[in-house]
Each structure stands twice: as structure tokens, then as C-alpha cells.
């Protein structure tokens, strides 16, 4: 990353505190205060060494009034300090706070392409771990770093008014330690970037195994999953130790430098004190200074180290951030009469420029009618879903709801008009009464019953521990696969939107309950437009209209018995679901 680029990342970071502003003039005013009264320690300290002449001549009602002074000036420094720190933990937590709060809002806005085509685990390590290394590094250091800054100029300030040509060879002396700390810090910020991106890496494999372990095991994937897990983590060490490596050399260098430094004075001084022409008192401050000079070096050096690796973080937040949101669809219509009226019109959509899926889709539903969607793995029945929900955006052609384009409401309205059961269901960590009423916050428990009834979900919901008021665990792992689904259509069951879209509703349901089911849906479907995907054929042997698709395309058309008769895709397809050959 170039310097230009590293300066438009820190700016555009520092924008985050403006509403905090407050807490930066008080950190500074601390910092200064607390920094001051540091600074007079050492004169203070001179002065009682003067009063020490020798056996039988120190002037104890002088250094009585010294150590008072010097009470003063270290309680008050100690606390300012607390106060500076108090101010600038605020700045800081209140400022990463709404980093990911405009994050994961930003999330929720972007895209569904992105989510889709980058790893669910390296977004997650964006929205936690890479704001927590900002708000460890960067935002942290901003005190240090203006502390350290304020403590060389004013400790500069005060040596040269105690002795110039002293103070002049610190400040000659004080480049080298520059040379250094910047030398090295400026080699270490590729490895801290290159560790922030296999960091990614890992947490992405690390969700995809957790997430997927039923799968892993039943396909003994296990050692195949810990040679890909030791490979990202070995890369991940070795490129850490080399970071770690050359970060940590910036401290024992500066600290050698400022050993050098700090030597030096002691032998100029004590040449001018043998001279006489600065006093022990004075040479004792001048090496409290010396010392107190070289301290912020240190410590600048390590803040410039961490600011390496939150400026590589900060990139990475700052990429997820600037991802092209949806377009606002704010003065879109906000309320559309849905009759259940759906046309799409030559509709051409790819989820890849050079690999087209759909091409040329017509299709007339009328109110009401009951459409099934059947074909192939990978042919596009899901697409046509996306696209109607619209979660994709068509590449060629539209699609009208009610004779009204999609495009031309807000994505609320036209997703409110839909109500969709998926063959993977989603269930969130609270009550069963609280997933139910997902769609429908305001619900009665009333309503919640009738539609756990019509889902016959009711029956197995009472044998719970809580019955409604049970808690569903994050992942759903406390109830069957099944009762999943019967929870995820009692859901919809809830809203009675105009429109269902049916994706494998019921594939994860015994016989005898989908008999039940497919009752409750032929209830529910009544007057609605429905769109069934569909791999059992024997669920949507009343549907109004069937469409076989294939490569993106409608081949086929027409009711059960047409279909059948017409000997084609569906038939043969039929056969092999039904026909037993002998």
C-alpha cells in the first residue's frame, strides 16, 4: 500500500470520531496537563540535589517544600493521565462501535451476489476481528502516539532552556532514532497485511467446517478438512513469526539508539559539571530528561507497529464497506394492490457474464393459479425464485407483479407479497412462540396456536418443556430437522401473504405429516398465487400449470395428465420417480 493510500485510510478512518470530538480535546488537554507536570519532575529533583551540598549542609526546610511540590506535581500528573485514558477508552469504544454498527448495516444493504461469491467466514473476520485490531491499534495509540509526541517537544523545550549545547546534542542525536524506528516499521506493514488475509482465509475455512460437520463426517472428510486447516494455519505462523519478528525489532534498536543517547548526555554533562559550568542538580535533570526523552520513542515505535496492522485491517473493513449497496429504492412505490398477477417477460439472467443460465423466459401466471417448477439439478427453478423475490436483478427483460414492474416498487413492498418455505430452514436462538411470529412481530399468541395448528406443528410444540415459551438453541440443534420445517411453515401460515413461493417445503417431512401438510397448503393456496420448486413429483399433481425446465429454458408446459400424455422430459422423469421395472 502506497504512503497516499495509507493517509486516505487513516483520514477516512479518523472521520468516525467526529461526533466525539469533545473526548479528543480532553484527551489532548489531559495529555498535556499530566505531560506538564511530568516535565517539572526533574527540575524539581534538580533543585533538591542542589540543596544537598554535603555531610551537615542540605537545606532540609528547602527540599521540605521541594517534596511538596513534588507530591503536587506527580498526583496531578497521575491524574491526568487517568482522566486522558478514561477519554480516549470512550473515544474509542464509542467510535468502533459505530464502525460495526455502519458495517453491519452495510451488509444488509449490499448485494446478494457478493454474500454469495465471498466466504461467509472472512466477512465475519471483517466485522469482528479486523474492527478489533482498529480499535487495539489505531485508536488505542492515538493517546500514546500523541503523548510520546508532546513529551519530546516539551522535554526538548525544557533541556535547551537549562543548558542549549546539551540540548543540541540530543536533538542532533534524535534522527538516528528516527532512521531506525521508521526503517523497520516501514517493513513490517506487508507482513501485518499478508496475516490479516490469511487470517481471513482461515476464519472462512473454520465457518465452512463448523457450520457443515454433519456433512464432513458423513463423507470422512476429517483429515482431508485438518490437512487444509494445517496448510492456511502454517502460512498463517510463518508469516506471523516474520511479522512479530520485525516489529519487535523496533524496540531494542530505538532502545540502543536512546542508550546512546542517553550516555552521551551523561558524559557531556558531567565534562560541563567538572567544569563548572552547570551544576550536579542540573546534570541530574538533564539526565531524568534524557531518559524521559527517549521513553516516547519507544513507545512510538510500538504504537507505529500496530498502526501497520489496523491500517491493514482498516483497508479490509473499508473494501466490505465500499461494495456497491442495492440501488435505493426510497421514492419507489411503497404500496402495490397484489391481484397475484405475476408475467415475466424475455428475461435473461447469468449469475457469471460469460456463463448465461436463463435466456429468453416467458411466463403468465394469472391470479390465483398454482405453479410448478420442476427439472434438473442446476437447470434454474431456484433462479426463477431469486429473481421473482427479486434478490437478483434481471440482465435482460422484466417481470410484473400486477402489471406493475418489480423494479419500479421497493423491495419491502414486492418481498411482503411473497411467502417463502425453503428446503433449508432458519431458525434464530429464541422462543418457538418468537420464531413463529418472525413475519408477524405483533401477533397474538392466539394466532400463533392457529398457525402452528394448520402446520400441525401444535402437537409436537405442547410436548416440549415450555411449549411456546421454549427456547430454540442458535442452530436449531434441540428439535428434529423436521420440526424445523413444520416451525418455518407455521411461519408463513402466520402472515397469509398473497403469494407463496414453495422451494422443497417439505422435504424434510415424514409421509404421513406432508399427507397433513400438503392438506394445509391446499387449504392456504386457495385464491393465492403459489409457486412450488419441486423434486417429488407427487406433490404437485394438482398444480395448474407445470414447468419443465432445463438449462434455463421452459421445455415443457401443461397440467400433470398433459405432460404425461405428451410421452416428453416430465414423463420420463415421472417414470423414474413412480414406474417399477421388472
Given at each position: 500500500?502506497?504512503k497516499?493510500?495509507k ?13 466525539y470530538r469533545?473526548f479528543?480535546?480532553?484527551t ?8 506538564l507536570?511530568?516535565l517539572?519532575t ?9 540543596y ?8 532540609f526546610?528547602?527540599?521540605k517544600d521541594i517534596?511538596?511540590?513534588?507530591l503536587?506535581?506527580i498526583g ?6 487517568w ?5 480516549t477508552n470512550?473515544?474509542?469504544f464509542?467510535t468502533?462501535?459505530?464502525l460495526?454498527k ?6 444488509n ?5 457478493y454474500?454469495d ?15 478489533d485490531?482498529?480499535s487495539?491499534?489505531l485508536?488505542q495509540g492515538f493517546a500514546q ?5 508532546v513529551?519530546?517537544?516539551?522535554t ?5 532552556s537549562i543548558?542549549?549545547t546539551?540540548?543540541?546534542v ?7 532514532s528516527?532512521f531506525?524506528?521508521?526503517f ?8 501485518f497485511?499478508e496475516?490479516s488475509?490469511?487470517?481471513g482465509e482461515?476464519s472462512?475455512l473454520?465457518e465452512?467446517m463448523v457450520?457443515?460437520?454433519?456433512l464432513?463426517k458423513?463423507l ?8 487444509r ?6 502460512r ?6 516474520k511479522a ?6 523496533t524496540?531494542?534498536?530505538?532502545r540502543?539508539?536512546?542508550g546512546?543517547v542517553?550516555a552521551?548526555?551523561?558524559?557531556v554533562g558531567?565534562?560541563?559539571?567538572i567544569q563548572?559550568?552547570i ?6 535533570s538533564f539526565?531524568s530528561y534524557?531518559n524521559q526523552?527517549t521513553k516516547?520513542f519507544?513507545?512510538i515505535?510500538?504504537v507505529?507497529?500496530e498502526?501497520?496492522?489496523?491500517l491493514a485491517?482498516?483497508k479490509r473493513v473499508?473494501n466490505?464497506?465500499?461494495v456497491e449497496p442495492?440501488a ?11 391481484d397475484?398477477?405475476?408475467t415475466?417477460?424475455?428475461v ?5 457474464k460469460?456463463?448465461?443460465l436463463i ?9 390465483g393459479q398454482?405453479?410448478?417448477?420442476v ?6 427453478k431456484?433462479?426463477v425464485?431469486?429473481?421473482l423475490m427479486?434478490?437478483y436483478d ?5 417481470i410484473y407483479v400486477s402489471?406493475k ?6 423491495r419491502k413492498?414486492l418481498?411482503?407479497?411473497y411467502?417463502?418455505v425453503?428446503?433449508?430452514t432458519w431458525?434464530f436462538?429464541g422462543t418457538v ?8 412481530e405483533?401477533a397474538?399468541?392466539e394466532?400463533v396456536?392457529?398457525?402452528a395448528?394448520a ?9 416440549l ?10 442452530d436449531?440443534s ?12 407455521a ?5 397469509k401473504?398473497?403469494?407463496l ?5 417439505t422435504s424434510n417431512?415424514?409421509t404421513?405429516?406432508?399427507i397433513y401438510?400438503?392438506?394445509a397448503f391446499?387449504q392456504?393456496m ?7 420448486v ?6 404437485i399433481k394438482?398444480a395448474?400449470?407445470i414447468l419443465v ?8 408446459e401443461?397440467?400433470h395428465e398433459e405432460?404425461?400424455?405428451k410421452g416428453?422430459f416430465y414423463?420420463?422423469l415421472?417414470?423414474s ?6
Amino acid at each position: 500500500m502506497k504512503k497516499g493510500e495509507k493517509r486516505e485510510i487513516l483520514i477516512r478512518l479518523l472521520r468516525y470520531t467526529k461526533p466525539y470530538r469533545k473526548f479528543i480535546i480532553l484527551t489532548l488537554l489531559f495529555a498535556l496537563l499530566s505531560i506538564l507536570l511530568s516535565l517539572l519532575t526533574p527540575v524539581l529533583i534538580g533543585k533538591a540535589v542542589d540543596y544537598i551540598v554535603g555531610p551537615g549542609a542540605v537545606d532540609f526546610l528547602q527540599i521540605k517544600d521541594i517534596i511538596f511540590y513534588l507530591l503536587l506535581a506527580i498526583g496531578g500528573s497521575a491524574l491526568f493521565q487517568w482522566l486522558m485514558t478514561y477519554c480516549t477508552n470512550r473515544l474509542t469504544f464509542q467510535t468502533v462501535k459505530d464502525l460495526r454498527k455502519e458495517t453491519y448495516g452495510h451488509l444488509n444493504k449490499i448485494p446478494l451476489k457478493y454474500i454469495d461469491s465471498n466466504s461467509h467466514g472472512n466477512i465475519i473476520n471483517s466485522v469482528v476481528n479486523d474492527i478489533d485490531i482498529i480499535s487495539d491499534g489505531l485508536l488505542q495509540g492515538f493517546a500514546q502516539l500523541f503523548s510520546g509526541i508532546v513529551t519530546i517537544l516539551g522535554t526538548i523545550v525544557f533541556m535547551l532552556s537549562i543548558h542549549i549545547t546539551i540540548g543540541m546534542v540530543v536533538i542532533v542525536l534524535t534522527p538516528l532514532s528516527l532512521f531506525v524506528a521508521a526503517f523497520i516499521s516501514k517493513r513490517t506493514y506487508n507482513k501485518f497485511t499478508e496475516q490479516s488475509k490469511i487470517r481471513g482465509e482461515l476464519s472462512g475455512l473454520i465457518e465452512e467446517m463448523v457450520g457443515n460437520q454433519k456433512l464432513i463426517k458423513a463423507l470422512s472428510y476429517e483429515e482431508r478438512s485438518i490437512d487444509r486447516f494445517k496448510e492456511i494455519n502454517q502460512r498463517l505462523k510463518e508469516c506471523g513469526v516474520k511479522a512479530q519478528f520485525y516489529s519487535s525489532l523496533t524496540n531494542p534498536c530505538t532502545r540502543f539508539v536512546n542508550g546512546i543517547v542517553y550516555a552521551t548526555v551523561g558524559v557531556v554533562g558531567a565534562l560541563f559539571a567538572i567544569q563548572g559550568r552547570i551544576t550536579v542538580g542540573l546534570l541530574s535533570s538533564f539526565l531524568s530528561y534524557a531518559n524521559q526523552y527517549t521513553k516516547p520513542f519507544n513507545e512510538i515505535s510500538g504504537v507505529i507497529t500496530e498502526l501497520q496492522a489496523a491500517l491493514a485491517s482498516a483497508k479490509r473493513v473499508f473494501n466490505l464497506l465500499d461494495v456497491e449497496p442495492e440501488a435505493s429504492d426510497e421514492l419507489l412505490l411503497d404500496q402495490v394492490p397484489c391481484d397475484g398477477r405475476v408475467t415475466i417477460a424475455n428475461v435473461d439472467f447469468s449469475y457469471e457474464k460469460d456463463k448465461p443460465l436463463i435466456k429468453d423466459l416467458n411466463l403468465s401466471v394469472l391470479p390465483g393459479q398454482r405453479i410448478a417448477i420442476v427439472g434438473p439439478t442446476g437447470c434454474g427453478k431456484t433462479t426463477v425464485i431469486n429473481l421473482l423475490m427479486r434478490f437478483y436483478d434481471t440482465d435482460r427483460g422484466n417481470i410484473y407483479v400486477s402489471d406493475k414492474d418489480i423494479k419500479d416498487m421497493k423491495r419491502k413492498t414486492l418481498r411482503s407479497m411473497y411467502g417463502m418455505v425453503l428446503q433449508d430452514t432458519w431458525l434464530f436462538e429464541g422462543t418457538v412462540r418468537e420464531n413463529i411470529a418472525y413475519g408477524k412481530e405483533d401477533a397474538s399468541l392466539e394466532e400463533v396456536k392457529a398457525a402452528a395448528k394448520a402446520a400441525h406443528a401444535h402437537s409436537f410444540i405442547k410436548r416440549l418443556p415450555n411449549g411456546y415459551d421454549t427456547l430454540i438453541s442458535e442452530d436449531g440443534s434441540n428439535i428434529s430437522q423436521g420440526q424445523k420445517q413444520l416451525l418455518s411453515i407455521a411461519r408463513v401460515m402466520l402472515t397469509k401473504p398473497p403469494m407463496l413461493i414453495l422451494d422443497e417445503a417439505t422435504s424434510n417431512i415424514d409421509t404421513r405429516t406432508e399427507i397433513y401438510i400438503q392438506k394445509a397448503f391446499d387449504q392456504l393456496m386457495k385464491g393465492r398465487t403459489s409457486f412450488i420448486v419441486a423434486h417429488r413429483l407427487s406433490t404437485i399433481k394438482e398444480a395448474d400449470k407445470i414447468l419443465v425446465m432445463e438449462s434455463g429454458k421452459i421445455i415443457e408446459e401443461g397440467r400433470h395428465e398433459e405432460l404425461l400424455e405428451k410421452g416428453g422430459f416430465y414423463a420420463k422423469l415421472y417414470e423414474s420417480q413412480f414406474v417399477v421395472t421388472q
